[in-house]
């Protein structure tokens, strides 16, 4: 175990790293040719077009102004000083959700550290227990609960603090989930008009031999929502078509490179490239050309393809987004339930159109669950055996296995140098490549269990990297061995000695915690700010490729803030906080710097940085709220465990109440708040459409709901070709026809037909009337 | 353990045990003065007004016909002819698909029998592992797998009937999930009107300061539900009354039998009685007059009390029954989410009129949360500690204790006879009382927990009764000792061991538990269609009480089916023949046999007994899917464990794939088929509304709707005392009048009071002209 001392050089070590970031971005900041780097929110906002500075050329590239150098720091007070409301109007409720999960860390541990502090601390100090034992120890762990002997009373100062933190915690996490669920229901009541809010998502549309797709879903909802359907547009599967347009906009780029390239050598030589692999092979041709023929090539496919699609019925999926009258027909059709058959026509909120996942759109109700078994085996099978390919590749990657492989490198293997490095760090990186890749193995994993909106897959992966860091980073650290391993020795133990055996090990890892905290939190939050990735790519991208505004404001990368990646690491430091929070208490104020550091960085990042790409109305809260309760849960189980290896078992039925509690607390939390970020009430969609027909009462909702919903690569497509986007302007002129319902043999109803026809020359009635 | 022979000795028992109560049966039943005993849904139907048989005075109470003394078998086919349809009129749908447990049990176990007997059997008898051991054995266990030798190849046989077993159980099970939402969703389609196809039950109203209940929920659907809300009934607090009521019942009970008395003594002297406790003591009066007076009193007081309800705002409970114009409109409404507060203004489909609890319409929620702890703690101790109390009884009904507290029993007390029945019955006593209670402390439990209708509470009470059978009449029984030593053990065991110890001891219980078969299954089923206790009660109140049609009817008593005790004991069957089937078969002809049984009696009784007190329309379906399901994996695990102590270690991984299956299954069959039982499908609705609308186009629903749910106390009281209905005839002939909202400063939408009262008067409008 580090001495204090030792957790002292760390922790200047780290705050020295940190601090370098956080100086190298306050000069980096004011740089003006950094400017878009650092601040691509307000561009793409429109609201900044130039560095702020003016003056002489070189002032256009270095801030001279040295007085700007010693107010380095005052992008954290700047950064703090935007209100809540003006935040979310500026960069999403998510955003400023997410904004509230460092804030709830601060909440919850401030007032822990300082209770902690005032009574544990000397509770655990004024004992000599260490001291007597021959063990060698540390200051920390005078600190920690460790230094009280065995069956001794004062842990009752443990079994009270732990009752204390536990109220406290749930206190605070009632109250932000009150706050939240407030804010999502102001946000969504607030005045902007979205699509979503009138448009629900019908999933598999059953087959039907005599109607498409098309016909069967209008005649479905003019049925069966007669007073509230308003229209609705069919989804095409248009991923051919997304293919050739990324591909002619890849062409589209190196025309411009080429392009630029001929300028740039004052057109003076045609540039040539190779037509094989890579550029490496083949003949040699003139590239502008090549690439021109080439994009001609590829305009005609997407055009024929486009044919294809808005003519051929093979192209429609079962699936359709269907528009509402108003927000309360809407709320009505999402939240019921269509058809005798619960697997066809299911409905559920329309997602934000920038949210959805199209290509998941058309899975059927089987393929769903079996994809769902297939991931859920998968995701175990990852969580714990990845070890094992991972060695595999060790094994591979060491020098003989090199050499048996590729003899001619033999040479260069013999090489102290290279071997050692071999040797030493291919290892490591083997295990580091899988690390960086997990995120993405992960969302691969919710892709294919098909969620349709890209919140959904964020907020699946989010959880599943929760599990994984649970399982292989906090308990992979405190049992050292592999996942398997552990899963192994549970199995093989009885159930009361799993959170003994963890118990008891947890206050020998507080310094190896320490650390983490140190160089993981600390450290990464203060790279996070400096976006040295960003910053080198928008140069070598500004200076190469940047010919126009559009470019430049491509090159910017804003980035956003990645929920399935960032939200597992904090909820990790919520369940070091709560887990060490009574054992070693000297903890704590690490976690507060973290959370604090991350409050101000990411709130600046927000403001000035990140472009989230859609919105959810922070409708991940209860996945973070749920999976605090769980930290919650498992520290009061480890200190049950904890507490019994030091003979004070007496506590264990005082304790034992505490999960209950706690798991009672959180079912009471579901029913009061959940329902607001799944459901959508009645009340607040009626009180919403009176005040729209109020204010607007010519509103034409048709039109304004119109194009909402048609595939991105139909409008996201640039207009260099010149090209209209086909199918959404065609089908905004073609007035969907009354369509007569024509099989009223079927559901033996002849009033129905009828009905609804003159359902629809009443509305159409009423329309005309109220708006001339 | 007990040999072949034994288990034939047992066998041959109960077989004539059954045999005999049959037999009684036979012949009771076609005895004119048991008539009403065993026919009396028919005469509650009013298709049967007296027996049968006709003729000479004997005759009418004794059956000389000495033919149909032969015949007397002749109810079984008689109760299988009628068919399904026609079974779900005469006895609704509930009846019917309780029926189909025992009918999914015979198809279930009547092909794995038979596989098990040709496959199985062969396999295991042909060892001789027991023969060679110098354990005790009999014929059954060289049957069982405990015949093969460890580590036999032959394990693989039963792997693969494991695999067969689960496929085909689920296989019937998803069929039959599948027959009965058929069948439920026609039910409901069906052309019968109910008032709960058109209500929703509305709870937790919120306060207001300015309005009153009644107000506030006409304001709030007229404003959210503009053009479905029809009308609504308010929940009054009638327990009050409702006890005022009962008393008079019984007090003129009182009157009637003294009347009697009277009348037969040819008015020759006036009954007396005394007017104290019990009547033992206080003063004797003339009892006629007494209790005239009495009930005359009662009726003052229940004509005051009903005034208070009407009149004082303190009986309004904050919940209410809203109706609607049309099925489609209920349907959206008690699916989606009112208000924005999700702890208030809370709707669900309201059970039927007569499946309503009164009681617990005015629970908040809140409270309602607490009161689950409390329960799911209560039942905890329940379950595990049951075992305390009852030693405690035990311990005191002792002999030393008995004198003690009662000295002057000491002479009894020496009394061999005596002696030894306390000794010996006592404590067998004590557990048997508490076991015949159990239900009904279960459905306190439940009534406590806040369940608005009595299909749920009997629902929840069954879930729990069987999580009580699994753990002490299963476990208790194969793993001898009282619930709690079992969680001790099991806590402190490795969680592997836990089915290895449970697995270790199944073979050597199939003894036990076919005699357990023989004798709660077969003579228990039997003995229900005896009905000795109601054929008791009838003869006793028909020789004392009964003097009018109607006082005869009521001392029928037919009784129902009772979920919540019922289902729980087919469910033990269910698991006794899954976790057997693979390692006894023998096993399995007595649950066949049970089921067979049970299901012609449950089918005879359910024909010409039973009087449901509500219907459901099937909606226990999940719950018992849900728990065979949770015996086919306990089967699984439980087998797992066995084959482990067999040294077939290597069949464990194969195992292990079965739970995973079947826990997919179940969650498919729950997306696929659950929704049925809990969600109306607009659809449905759309068609049953529009087709109504066809036939019937001058309905008047509201006038259809209006006292359906009214308390019970408000008509059920009988017609004696010549008053009305009080509050239902007023609110019936009370047209709701059209009240303005008063607060359109709440909500800033000046738009919407005018809106409602628009929509109103349109409506009527609407109504007027469709039918003049």
Known sequence: MATSSEIGLAAAINILTAFAFLVAFAILRIQPFNDRVYFPKWYLKGLRNNPLQSGAFVQKFVNLDFRSYLRFLNWMPAALRMPEPELIDHAGLDSVVYLRIYLTGLKIFVPIACLAFTVMVPVNWTNRTLEESKLTFSDIDKLSISNI??????????????????FWTCYILKREYEIVAKMRLHFIASEQRRPDQFTVLVRNVPP???????????????VNHPDQYLSHQVVYNANILSKLVNEKKTKRNWLDYYQLKY?????????????????????????????????EKLLKEISKEREKIITSSKYVMPAAFVSFKSRWGAAVCAQTEQSRNPTVWLTEWAPEPRDVYWDNLAIPFVSLTVRRLIIAVAFFFLTFFFMIPIAFVQSLANIDGIVKAAPFMRGIMEVEFVKSFIQGVMPGIALKIFLIFLPSILMMMSKFEGFTSISALERRSASRYYIFQFINVFLGSIITGTAFQQLNTFIHQPANTIPVTIGASIPMKATFFITYIMVDGWAGVAGEILRLKPLIFYHLKNFFLVKT????????????LSFNTGEPQIQLYFLLGLVYAVVTPILLPFIVVFFGLAYVVYRHQIINVY????????????????????????SQLLLMGLLSTKEAAQSTPLLIALPVLTIWFHRF????????????PLQEAMIKDTLERAREPCLNVKAYLENAYVHPV???????????DGISDEESQKEPPLVATKRP?????????????????????TDERSCP
């Not at 039907?208 to 003019?222: K, Q």
């Open 669 to 680: 939390c579901k029913g009061r708040y959940e329902p607001a970020f799944i459901r959508f």
């Open 263 to 295: 300028d740039r050598s004052n057109k003076s030589k045609r540039p040539l490239m190779k037509t094989g692999y890579l550029g490496l092979f083949g003949k040699s041709v003139d590239a502008i050309d090549f690439y021109q023929s080439e994009i």
């Open 745 to 765: 043999s079927r559901t033996n109803t002849p009033a129905r037909s009828q009905r609804s026809e003159s359902t629809r020359t009443l509305l159409s009635v």
């Open 714 to 724: 139909f409008y996201n497509e640039d207009r260099w070709d010149g090209s209209d």
């Open 149 to 166: 002997p065995k069956g001794s009373n004062r842990f009752f100062t443990h079994l009270v603090m732990a009752y204390a933190f536990t």
């Open 208 to 222: 039907d031999p005599d109607e498409t797709v098309n016909e069967l879903v209008e005649h479905f909802f003019l």
């Open 549 to 560: 505004e559009k470019d430049r404001e491509e090159a910017m990368n804003p980035g956003s």
């Open 611 to 634: 472009n989230q790409q859609y919105e959810s109305a922070g409708s991940f809260w209860p996945d973070v709220h749920g999976r605090i309760i769980t930290a919650l849960i498992v």
